[in-house]
């Protein structure tokens, strides 16, 4: 019986299976027992790390919807603020131009005041000059006709005066001091 066993054992080819598409009863007893415990060793001890990975990635991905929903909601708060503020500034500059205009006004007005002050007091200085110019001119004037006068004179009276109006002078002062005393 021995020899037949080795008989057929060598007799077989161990390439050649007895079916073309199931593998042999042992391999697939020991392929599946095999398979069953790494699978039920992943599902054990795998199963709970990769549970809770997914269960982080949700949270995370949650997180990060919570806070673009909340960023959206502040983006939206400030959007309305600032556009409130545009329309305050809008009022704030019709505010300032509008006093920006009073007080160009009040300035304008306050220099023409000051300004027709000073042309008048100008103007009063002027004449009080020319006045001045005028009478400092007259005596001028004066003194340098008079002085003109006084050198004229005798070169006058000497070219007018002959001997007869001379003597004639002189005994008419003679007369007048004489009849004075």
């Known amino acids: 019986m021995i020899a037949h066993v080795i008989s057929l054992l060598a007799s077989e080819d161990p390439t050649q299976t007895h079916s073309w598409i199931l593998p042999e009863n042992a391999e697939i007893i020991y392929g599946g027992l095999s398979t069953v415990i790494v699978v039920s060793a992943l599902v054990k001890f795998a199963g709970p790390m990769i549970k809770k990975s997914f269960s982080a990635r949700t ?10 929903a909340a960023a959206k909601v502040t983006a939206e708060g400030d959007a309305q603020n600032i556009r409130k503020a545009l329309g305050d500034v809008a009022g704030e500059r019709a505010r300032i131009l509008a006093e920006a205009d009073a ?3 009040a300035v304008l007005a306050e220099g023409r005041t000051r300004m027709t002050a000073e042309i008048a007091e100008l103007e009063a200085k002027a004449e009080a000059e020319i006045s001045a110019a005028r009478g400092r001119g007259s005596d001028e004037l004066r003194n340098e006709i008079s002085v003109l006068a006084s050198r004229a004179t005798p070169i006058v009276v000497a070219a007018t005066m002959n001997e007869q109006i001379h003597k004639d002078l002189v005994e008419n002062f003679i007369s007048k001091v004489g009849a004075g005393r």
């Open 59 to 68: 949270e995370k991905i949650q997180k990060e919807l919570d806070d673009a």
């Open 103 to 105: 007080q160009a006004s």
